[in-house]
């Protein structure tokens, strides 16, 4: 689908609840209270979701990775940004936001970048700064075609900082859309750390458990 049909798409198609079909939002409020936050750890990064891999928030994820329903990244972006609120509100500290980018290539077929949309939508409604700062230079093979040792492996050395000091001193907070093994995070940690930052904290929407 062109850029623009979509964007006519999203303006003219009222959206829909992706876990109930409820119109109104891409993700109405019952569905929402039914996600339980998530932490997992993936190595040395921590990693928090919304929920878990499941019900509505899966399915949210593929229409916004598959359907080219675009709109849903604001509401998904929204539920990271509640899940970051509830840590900010306890003492934790976050001075941008950062997306785990999708392969250049990958995001021209699919007309956007999911993980990009995300983490504008968690900036738009934390106020924090949003920072590209990673380029992903390995498409890799996809993953889910992987086992985890394979998904280590095919991702080592996958991101590499824009800039080389672009996170300097920084606190991290690293956005994609889901994680399963936590490899792509982790290879995206990695490069955030090379670009400088002082700590890197991992938020996703789901964990796939
Ligand atoms: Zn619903």
């Known amino acids: 689908m062109s850029l623009i049909v979509a964007a006519l798409r999203d303006l003219f198609v009222p959206p829909r609840c992706a876990g109930c079909d409820a119109?109104?939002?891409?993700?109405?409020?019952?569905?929402?209270?039914?996600?339980e936050p998530v932490q997992v750890r993936a190595g040395n990064l921590v990693v928090r979701a919304a929920g878990s891999h499941a019900g509505p928030l899966r399915d949210a994820i593929h229409r916004l990775k598959y359907r080219d329903e675009r709109g849903i990244a604001t509401e998904l972006g929204g539920l990271v940004a509640e899940r970051m609120a509830a840590d900010l509100a306890v003492g934790a500290v976050l001075d941008a936001v950062v997306p785990a980018a999708l392969h250049p290539a990958r995001a021209v077929a699919r007309g956007y970048d999911q993980a990009r949309l995300l983490a504008?939508?968690?900036?738009?409604?934390?106020?924090?700064?949003?920072?590209?700062a990673l380029r992903r230079v390995r498409p890799g093979t996809p993953q889910v075609r992987l086992d985890r040792a394979a998904r280590e492996a095919n991702l080592r050395g996958a991101f590499v900082p824009v800039t080389r000091h672009a996170l300097r001193g920084l606190r991290v907070a690293l956005i994609d859309d889901v994680t399963t093994t936590g490899a792509t995070l982790r290879a995206a940690a990695a490069a955030t750390r090379a670009a400088g930052a002082r700590s890197v904290t991992g938020y996703v929407v789901a964990v796939d458990e």
């Open 120 to 132: 504008d939508a968690v900036a738009e409604r934390t106020g924090l700064p949003v920072i590209p």
């Open 23 to 35: 119109p109104g939002s891409w993700l109405c409020i019952a569905c929402r209270d039914g996600c």
